[in-house]
């Protein structure tokens, strides 16, 4: 798959999160009768697989609408065939479970079997969620042709990303995707 054709799937998918899933992103505090602030607060706080749900929604729907209908979008998913998923990070191979993949369930032979690890979080994503997005491109047992980092509220104005892609040299490049959030009064 082309660069062009993600990049697209990518932002309509944030696009409709931001559109249809406006409620996700309001910032106002519902009122819990005498509960504190910081109650209501913690209350409020979503936990980002919520969010992650819905982006892989919109992003599986993506696909349908290219027709490109034989990858799977998983979230939280830790299994490579029968053994957890693990990757080699800092020289030690490490247990993990991405955010959302999109892939191809049990054909690994074919090619671009695994197309994109994301990894997304409400706030900045952290210098290891950026390694593991890269540890799973690098991999040779997943070569994931792109990456994919989303900060979903760390800018009260837009939802951020960071498209990894690798160069003809082998060199993983990066781009912003970036999608206007509404505003709240």
């Given at each position: 798959?082309?660069?062009?054709t993600i990049r697209n799937i990518i932002r309509k998918a944030l696009e409709e999160l931001v559109d249809k899933?406006?409620?996700?992103?309001?910032?106002?505090?519902?009122?819990?009768?005498?509960?504190?602030?910081?109650?209501?607060?913690?209350?409020?706080?979503?936990?980002?697989?919520?969010?992650?749900?819905?982006?892989?929604?919109?992003?599986?729907?993506?696909?349908?609408?290219?027709?490109?209908?034989?990858?799977?979008?998983d979230i939280e998913y830790n299994r490579n065939f029968s053994n957890p998923k693990s990757v080699k990070m800092?020289?030690?191979?490490?247990?993990?479970?991405?955010?959302?993949?999109?892939?191809?369930?049990?054909?690994?032979?074919?090619?671009?079997?695994?197309?994109?690890?994301?990894?997304?979080?409400?706030?900045?994503?952290?210098?290891?969620?950026?390694?593991?997005?890269?540890?799973?491109?690098?991999?040779?047992?997943?070569?994931?042709?792109?990456?994919?980092?989303?900060?979903?509220?760390?800018?009260?104005?837009?939802?951020?990303?960071?498209?990894?892609?690798?160069?003809?040299?082998?060199?993983?490049?990066?781009?912003?995707?970036?999608?206007?959030?509404?505003?709240?009064?």
């Open positions: 798959m082309e660069i062009e899933d406006d409620e996700i992103f309001k910032q106002k505090l519902p009122k819990l009768g005498k509960s504190t602030e910081k109650e209501r607060k913690l209350n409020r706080e979503l936990h980002e697989t919520a969010l992650n749900h819905r982006f892989a929604f919109y992003l599986e729907n993506g696909l349908i609408n290219k027709n490109l209908t034989t990858y799977n979008v800092e020289g030690i191979k490490i247990p993990v479970r991405p955010d959302i993949l999109i892939h191809k369930r049990m054909k690994t032979s074919e090619s671009d079997s695994h197309l994109l690890i994301i990894e997304a979080k409400k706030g900045k994503p952290s210098d290891h969620d950026i390694e593991k997005v890269k540890a799973f491109m690098n991999d040779t047992d997943y070569k994931y042709k792109y990456g994919l980092t989303v900060s979903y509220a760390f800018n009260q104005n837009q939802v951020e990303t960071i498209l990894y892609s690798k160069s003809k040299n082998n060199k993983i490049e990066k781009e912003k995707i970036n999608v206007k959030r509404k505003s709240y009064s």
